[in-house]
């Protein structure tokens, strides 16, 4: 009897459900229409936000689990809670940040040189009830696709003083140097007013940079090596090994920063139109061909490939093909991939063991001189059929390589400088580094007081 009861309550449910769903699903074509005039009325295209808010998420993929995988997987055990804790943390510490006053320096104002304090809380940006719904709907998704790329920008510094810097200081450090390092940069090259942006028809020397060489791997790779000289080498740097310690970590961090990216370049474009698809797919080839360079100069050098130079050759085209995405072709795209592999392998390892440096996650080698190399080579390739306009050397344009110098050089000197002093004056008041003692016993424990690991 009760399992006669049981199956008809389960059964009247089931059927009641049905009929639910399908009067739930003879109402969508309704709601749908009414959505589509509603969106159409106030100047919305549901395509655009769609992929606007997927690429803000891709990109915050790329911080964790990408980035805090990536860089994890390469340090030794006892620091990857220290990695993992740094990126997750600064995803909430940034994102405050750009909320408050960030987005507002970065894009605020008509200076050509630095922002003003016009969005401070994102005033102009969230509803208000004065603003019309497309106008805010707009401003907050571009809001909050840039503050991936405020997000991600100094987690990548973190590479460089890996395994020894003190927390505490460390976020001290994230916060100054994000307020007034990158987003006078951010300012220069992607407001309208910006000295360097290159839709700015009154721009001094208006440079490529679709979605980040100068602005993101420029400046956090030029600070990354500030921070590694000023911070020291890692105890026994040079004496002991300190090989990667789960590099299938680093792979599938480098898997999600591949996909990430797609968000990261293609999400420049803004919208859902043709040259998103055209950074999409340069930036898929870029990446392969990354992969490629680095993995053959490896063969070549050490008489086999690895799966460490297989995972910063695909980083390595990401990086240097981000300036380039909505100016060159795919199979230009390629070729940046190729040099960008190359370069960056010989500066992570013969410019790096000559010099003496510990840029412990390479930091420096990836970012700074792939962003380098990207941002001159759209210099030199940029090309109309792609740009609609304003080429590079090769279609008869050198004043752009110019352009592109002008552009690295100020942004690297910037990033060089602000990195100096704000951790001169930290190493003064706060401390840079942990104890010794707490170095040889891992961030791990002497900052967070857990184990990444738990052997039985």
């Known amino acids: 009897m009760i399992y006669r009861f049981g199956f008809a309550l389960i059964l009247t449910f089931l059927l009641s459900g049905f009929a639910s769903t399908s009067l739930l699903a003879d109402d969508v074509p309704e709601i749908r229409e009414s959505g589509e005039v509603a969106a159409a009325d106030e100047g919305l295209d549901s395509g655009n936000i769609a992929w606007m808010l997927t690429s803000s998420a891709l990109v915050l993929m790329m911080t964790a689990p990408g980035l805090a995988l990536f860089y994890g997987g390469l340090v030794r055990k006892k620091n990857i809670l220290g990695v993992m804790m740094q990126c997750i943390f600064l995803m909430g510490l940034m994102t405050v940040v750009w909320a408050l006053w960030g987005y507002s320096l970065a894009f605020g104002g008509t200076s050509p040189y630095v922002g003003n304090f016009d969005h401070l809380l994102l005033k102009g940006v969230i509803p208000d009830g004065q603003m019309a719904k497309s106008e805010w709907v707009k401003a907050c998704i571009f809001c909050v696709f840039q503050g991936m790329f405020f997000i991600i920008t100094p987690a990548l510094i973190c590479g460089a003083f890996a395994e020894r810097m003190k927390f505490s200081t460390m976020c001290v450090f994230m916060v100054l140097w994000g307020t007034f390092v990158y987003c006078p940069i951010a300012h220069w090259v992607w407001a309208d007013s910006g000295w360097l942006c290159e839709w700015n028809k009154q721009a001094l020397y208006p440079a490529f940079d679709f979605a980040g060489g100068t602005v993101v791997h420029i400046s956090s790779g ?108 795919p199979i230009q795209g390629i070729l940046l991939g190729l040099i960008a592999g190359f370069v960056c392998y010989i500066a992570c390892t013969k410019v790096k063991n000559t010099f003496g440096y510990d840029d412990s996650l390479d930091a420096f080698g990836v970012h700074g001189v792939g962003g380098t190399v990207g941002a001159l080579l759209v210099g030199i390739f940029a090309t109309a059929d792609v740009t609609g306009g304003r080429v590079g050397v090769i279609e008869g344009n050198a004043a752009q390589l110019v352009n592109q110098v002008v552009g690295i050089g100020a942004a690297a000197i910037l990033a060089i400088v602000g990195s100096v002093i704000l951790l001169k004056v930290l190493d003064a008041t706060m401390g840079l580094r942990v104890s010794q003692e707490d170095e040889i016993r891992g961030l791990d424990l002497s900052q967070h007081s857990e184990e990444g690991y738990i052997f039985l």
């Open 222 to 329: 030029a600070s990354a090596l500030i921070c590694a000289l000023l911070i020291g080498k890692r105890l026994g740097f040079g004496q002991e090994p300190m090989p990667p310690h789960n590099l299938t970590y680093t792979c599938i961090g480098a898997a999600l920063l591949w996909v990430g990216w797609f968000g990261f370049n293609a999400g420049s474009a803004l919208e859902a139109n043709a040259l998103a698809v055209n950074a999409f797919v340069a930036t898929h080839f870029a990446a392969a061909a990354g992969v490629l360079a680095w993995s053959i100069a490896e063969w070549v050098a050490l008489g086999r490939p690895s799966i460490l130079g297989a995972c910063s050759g695909a980083v390595a085209g990401l990086v240097c093909i981000t300036p380039a995405a909505g100016a060159v072709n």
